[in-house]
């Protein structure tokens, strides 16, 4: 069982930057993946970025080269570096753990991020 804390969310003006943090308990194993998705009011959840254990990363096309996912593993710990921010960045950002391989998922709670105009 993995559980993960999301922290760093709050409240922006357009164009700043925030960093979100997830650190994970319990076992961690390298064929986890793990993943920012955020749920905007009225919209469907999205995936952001992932990033594998090794460190290859993915994007979003609406946040590629304005977001950077990162992870410690040492730490058990994921980060979301968020840039030049926009109001439509507004939503609860997720931390997700999927274990491939082994239909396994876990889900933070969330934090919300605000990007005023």
């Known amino acids: 069982q993995v559980q993960l804390v999301e922290s760093g969310g709050g409240l922006v003006q357009a164009g700043g930057s925030l960093r979100l943090s997830c650190v994970a308990s319990?076992?961690?194993?390298?064929?986890?993946?793990t993943g920012w998705y955020r749920q905007a009011p009225g919209k469907q959840r999205e995936l952001v970025a992932s990033?594998?254990?090794?460190?290859?990363?993915n994007y979003a096309d609406s946040v590629k080269g304005r977001f950077t996912i990162s992870r410690d593993n040492g730490k058990k710990t994921s980060y979301l570096q968020m840039n030049s921010l926009k109001p439509e960045d507004t939503a609860v950002y997720y931390c997700?753990?999927?274990?491939?391989?082994?239909?396994?998922?876990?889900w933070g709670k969330g934090t919300l991020v605000t990007v005023s105009s």
């Open positions: 990033i594998t254990y090794g460190g290859s990363a």
């Open positions: 319990g076992s961690m194993f390298s064929i986890d993946v």
């Open positions: 997700n753990v999927r274990r491939v391989g082994y239909s396994m998922e876990y």
